[in-house]
């Protein structure tokens, strides 16, 4: 409601005032984050991240074709190799993001660039800071992820146990690394929670069926479960566990 000098109602302004406010709000829906994925994929760092951010965001469900075989009536049917994603994204992989028409994809690339442009403690506050920042998800994707995800998926095949132990014998050369850096302050970078944390600890996980791995590194399993103790992980690990295998 818009008044003039009088105290009498403009309805005029009023209507003028209203057309502007919805303006802005369709403007704020359009370029709204927009995450592409589901939380049982990579996407769940981003979500993670947006959350922890305080970024408005909205998840746009696509899953993975192999899942198709098994789908369940209430699995969204677009997937990655739905046309209209693959104009997104032509390698036909989730996670990705449309931010306000940037379309990125890779989850970690995608968590730099949101930590860097929304800023607060989760992102570098020095350039030094930024630097180990990458320096640890970069590590994590080239010397942790796919040993660790072969653990992971190991332990829900009913075949052999042998990759999961080569697996495991590679990680034990590994987290000893990791543990030694999170010594200090229980964090890695700035002794503060940033999304270098957030990233490794995203990929991490995979492995946590290797128990003696955990066990045998203390401030690796301490880290791990501070993480995932954050209220916005257990918010959403909790929808994640509701979504549909």
């Known amino acids: 409601m818009v008044v003039d000098s009088t105290g009498a109602v403009n309805p005029c302004q009023s209507g003028l005032a209203l057309v502007a406010t919805e303006a802005q709000l369709r403007r704020q829906e359009i370029n709204m984050l927009k995450i592409h994925g589901t939380y049982r994929s990579r996407a769940f760092r981003n979500i993670w ?23 369940a009536p209430d699995i969204p049917t677009m997937n990655t190799r739905s046309p209209e994603f693959q104009r997104l994204n032509p390698a036909g992989q989730i996670p990705v993001i449309d931010d306000g028409g940037l379309i990125l994809s890779e989850s970690l690339a995608i968590n730099l660039y949101l930590a860097r442009k929304h800023g607060g403690p989760l992102a570098g506050e020095t350039l030094a800071e930024e630097a180990q920042i990458l320096r640890w998800s970069f590590w994590a994707a080239t010397e942790i992820e796919a040993a660790a995800l072969a653990v992971l998926i190991q332990s829900e095949a009913d075949e052999d146990a042998g990759p999961a132990l080569n697996a495991e014998a590679t990680l034990r050369d590994k987290f000893p690394v990791l543990n030694q850096a999170l010594s200090g302050s229980g964090w890695l970078v700035g002794g503060r ?4 944390d957030l990233n490794v600890a995203e990929i991490v996980r995979y492995a946590v069926p290797a128990l003696g791995l955990f066990n045998d590194n203390p401030a690796v399993k301490a880290w791990l479960a501070a993480c995932q103790a954050r ?11 509701q979504e549909p295998t």
Not at 54 to 62: D, F, K, Q
Not at 231 to 240: C, S, V
């Open 49 to 71: 991240l947006a959350k922890e951010l305080g970024v408005p965001y909205e998840i746009v469900p696509v899953i993975q074709a192999y899942r198709l075989a098994a789908r």
């Open 193 to 196: 929670f940033t999304v270098a």
């Open 231 to 241: 209220p916005a992980f257990q918010e959403l690990w909790a929808k994640r566990a």
